[in-house]
């Protein structure tokens, strides 16, 4: 039987004796990634401030803790972009779906947003989070990926999943 071992505001580790191994879990939040794409193809990211990382700040995409009780991972992805980069999407595609289970547990939901209009929401993280709002063409994102200049996360993941199934030419 599986039982929490901690729980804190955002993971969960639980153990499970099964056989003579005791397994550990890890849950944390499910979430969403976008990518917003300009009307000239540029992809929108942000350099956001994390002071609980070292640096205490990064590039990143544009993401947030999926919340189902404020709707579908669509809705969410909206609110997020609104929040973050004061901007809506006309269409939103999902571009990838990810259910990690075993060792850490969580979902992620990749969204393209095209079709940007202004729409601005009230960060509930504070305005001062986001630094910055960068365009960066698909080949510009793909050379700081091979320079390491945008860390390696589950966001790059889907960055790289973005060039290989709609620019493949970079």
Request: no cysteine; aromatic share 6%; hydrophobic share 35%.
């Amino acid at each position: 039987m599986e039982k929490t071992v901690y729980e804190g505001q955002i993971v969960k580790v639980t153990e499970e004796k099964i056989g003579s191994i005791t397994w550990e879990r890890v849950y944390v939040p499910s979430g969403v990634v976008i990518f917003p794409i300009t009307d000239d193809g540029k992809i929108l990211l942000i350099h956001e401030s994390r002071p609980h990382e070292n640096p205490p700040h990064r590039i990143k995409a544009v993401s947030g803790i999926l919340e189902p009780e404020l709707g579908s991972p669509e809705e969410n992805a909206q609110r997020e972009m609104q929040e973050e980069i004061g901007f809506k999407a006309q269409q939103m595609e999902l571009l990838h779906h990810m259910k990690g289970t075993g060792t850490i547990n969580h979902e992620q939901y990749f969204f393209i947003a095209k079709g940007l209009s202004p729409s601005k929401l009230p960060n509930p993280d504070g305005e001062e989070v986001i630094l910055d709002i960068i365009e960066l063409t698909p080949r510009e994102i793909k050379e700081k990926l091979l320079r390491e200049e945008l860390r390696w996360s589950h966001s790059t993941l889907g960055l790289l999943k973005l060039l290989m199934t709609h620019y493949p030419e970079v």
